[in-house]
């Protein structure tokens, strides 16, 4: 039988073990933008990132709402194989001006839908792309109420909204960050475009989208050693365990 004191310490190396593993396991458990900053006025490309946070179904849906407060003239979306995408629009009450024309209606809702046999897997993640513009001038950031829908008909609205000064909400919506504009190569249109937003015939898929997408890797790579640091740090906190556990059976054997 063990003793007390190892009964403890096992229970203190779980307990520690467990821990590490739930503070890391909410960084990548979100639907997010990436990159996930732009600048006002241009046309930029997109990826909303979503992981698979269900160990028993698949995601086969996305639905990502755009702000019509801050309509986006300009929506278009990356083919991506095995998925189809959908598109709706609407009127708008205000009339807005993009180079000179009026726009009287946009974009309000994309709809991923994953064809026949085709879902994102447990431990998987999809990115699905899309290219927008012009970026708002007048506002800091665009909030993407997103829609995940799995296979076993579970929906996870992420549609909450931060607020400064109180903790992150359990569902966050994707927030795409604006940043003041640096340059401008005269259409209204900033270098932050990327090539899939140049396709449009507005983006200029120069030097800033080449930073923002090694950014982003930078990011996925900090984030994989992040996890693999603490992968480390749980088999060390259990093998101290296990060590100790034997050290204290081998002194009660002698």
Do not use: C
């Not at 640091?229 to 002194?251: N, Y």
Request: aromatic content about 4%.
């Amino acid at each position: 039988m063990r003793s007390l004191p190892a009964r403890r310490t096992a229970a203190v190396a779980l307990a520690a073990a467990a821990s590490v593993v739930a503070l890391a396991g909410p960084a990548f458990a979100h639907v997010t933008v990436n990159p996930g900053s732009a600048e006002q006025g241009g046309y930029t490309a997109v990826d909303f990132r979503v992981p698979n946070e269900n160990d028993a179904a698949g995601t086969v849906k996305l639905e990502v709402n755009l702000p019509l407060d801050h309509p986006l003239a300009s929506v278009r979306t990356q083919p991506l194989p095995g998925w189809t995408s959908t598109v709706e629009k609407a009127k708008l009450d205000k009339p807005i001006k993009v180079h000179g024309n009026d726009v009287n209606e946009a974009v309000s809702k994309i709809t991923w839908t994953a064809d026949a046999g085709v879902k994102v897997a447990p431990g998987q993640f999809q990115e699905f792309r899309v290219s927008l513009g012009p970026l708002p001038t007048d506002a800091d950031t665009l909030v993407f109420k997103a829609l995940q829908t799995y296979d076993n008909g579970d929906v996870v609205r992420w549609i909450d909204e931060a607020k400064d000064g109180q903790p992150e909400p359990a569902k966050p919506a994707p927030v795409l960050k604006l940043t003041k504009a640096t340059s401008a190569d005269g259409h209204g249109v900033t270098a932050s475009a990327t090539p899939s937003a140049a396709a449009d015939g507005h983006g200029t898929g120069h030097g800033d989208a080449a930073k923002n997408d090694a950014a982003s890797d930078d990011k996925a790579s900090d984030s994989t050693a992040r996890v693999l640091g603490v992968v480390g740090i749980v088999v060390g906190v259990i093998g101290t365990a296990v060590g100790v556990l034997g050290l204290r059976r081998r002194g009660s054997a002698s």
